[in-house]
Each structure stands twice: as C-alpha cells, then as structure tokens.
C-alpha cells in the first residue's frame, strides 16, 4: 500500500437504526497502515493540551470517540486546524507533522491508532528541530 503523504479527514461508515449507531475502522481500507498500537487520551483537565511534537516515521489515526478537541498541525510550510466533534469521522496524519491537540471539551476521549509501537526515539519534541529534520 503506497504511503499516503497528505492530512485526510476520513468520513467513517455510519451504521443507523433504532438502537443507536455503529461505527467501525477497517486497517487498510478507511486507514491507509497497519495498526501496530491503539491508545486513548481522556480526563484532560480544561485548558490542558497534549501532544506538541512530531513523528519521524509513525503516521496517526485520530478519532473523537467522544467530545470534541482541536488538533493542530503543521507540515513545515502551514499550520492547519481540525475540529474534532464526531465519532464518525477520522483525522489521518502522516508522518512529520508537528501536531498538538487542545481545547478538549469535558470527558471528551481522543482515540489515536498509530502505524508503529511506542518509541520515544520516534519523537521530535522541538519545533525548530522538527523544521531542520524535514528540509
Ligand atoms: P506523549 O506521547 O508525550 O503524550 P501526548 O503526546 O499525548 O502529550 O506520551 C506521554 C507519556 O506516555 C510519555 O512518557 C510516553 C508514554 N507513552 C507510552 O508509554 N506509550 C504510548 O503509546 C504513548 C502514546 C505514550
């Protein structure tokens, strides 16, 4: 599967009928990688924001299962802003993208699948670094 370079918001299959709806994420399909990790980011405190930091090589999934946030990237040449409020849909995010999420509404919940396990050699956690590292 050819890696997809550009930041997608992904409208997700919504299942409805009288019990409520149904949502699902496929690998490969609606989500152009392997899964190889899933976490979630809840209970943040108002005002509080998470990320600030870049990936060299993991590529991102990041869905509002519950509540709203902001995620804002940066792709070395642009800032972009996503607001995140709906269960169904997704925000993909490719590698070396500095991205920071904020303005998380009360027991909002972040889901965010990611292409690789956890390693915090995989970070760049400095704006000016994350600049020099793309060029
Ligand atoms: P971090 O990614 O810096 O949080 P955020 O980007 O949401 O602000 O991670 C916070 C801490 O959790 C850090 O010490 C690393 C650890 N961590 C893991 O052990 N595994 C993971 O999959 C993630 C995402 C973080």
Known sequence: MPEEVKVR???????????????????????PFKV?????????????YRGSHAFKETAEFIVALSGSFDVVLHNGKEEMKYSMNRSYYGLYVPKQHFR???????NS???????????????????????????
Do not use: C, M
Not at 10 to 27: H, Y
Not at 36 to 48: A, F, L, M, S, T
Not at 100 to 106: A, D, H, K, V, Y
Not at 114 to 125: G, L, M
């Open 36 to 48: 190889k990790r899933v976490y979630w980011i809840y209970d943040v405190p108002g005002g509080e």
């Open 9 to 31: 918001i992904v409208n997700l299959p919504k299942i409805e009928d009288d019990r409520g709806n149904l949502s699902f994420i496929e690998e490969e399909n609606h989500i």
């Open 100 to 106: 920071r999420l904020e303005n998380f509404s009360t």
């Open 109 to 135: 919940l972040a889901l965010i699948l990611a292409s690789t396990s956890y390693e915090e050699d995989e970070y760049i956690r400095d704006f000016q670094q994350f600049l020099s590292y793309i060029k």
